[in-house]
């Protein structure tokens, strides 16, 4: 069982940057793919960005890219998504979620996510 904390939300000023940082427990956090998601208030979850296992590639949804960059310390058992340029439409919940170890790859929809944190709040104002 991997156990994922995300923490790092807040509020901030449109313009501005954040850091959320996402610790997991468990060995297996090297051998899993990780992304960050996100849930708007009446809005279904989205994907944000994805990272591999070993850190070599990482993907971002179109809305991001440019703004964010997500990842990982797998001596710390942790991954990251530093956010910059921060606009109001990025308000939200962020979730960080595990997929199985040992199955590799960059995946976007959150049905191939097993493990999931209790998500962080942002907030953005204009």
């Known amino acids: 069982q991997v156990q994922l904390v995300e923490s790092g939300g807040g509020l901030v000023q449109a313009g501005g940057s954040l850091r959320l940082s996402c610790a997991a427990s468990g060995r297996t956090f090297s051998m899993s793919t990780m992304a960050w998601f996100r849930q708007a208030p009446g809005k279904e979850r989205e994907f944000v960005a994805t990272i591999l296992d070993n850190g070599g590639r990482s993907a971002y949804a179109d809305s991001v890219k440019g703004r964010f960059t997500i990842s990982r310390d797998n001596a710390k058992n942790t991954v990251y998504l530093q956010m910059n340029s921060l606009k109001p439409e990025d308000t939200a919940v962020y979730y960080c979620?595990?997929?199985?170890?040992?199955?590799?790859?960059?995946?976007?929809?959150?049905?191939?996510?097993?493990?999931w944190g209790q998500g962080t709040q942002v907030t953005v104002s204009s």
């Open positions: 979620a595990a997929r199985q170890p040992f199955y590799s790859g960059l995946y976007y929809d959150e049905r191939d996510y097993a493990y």
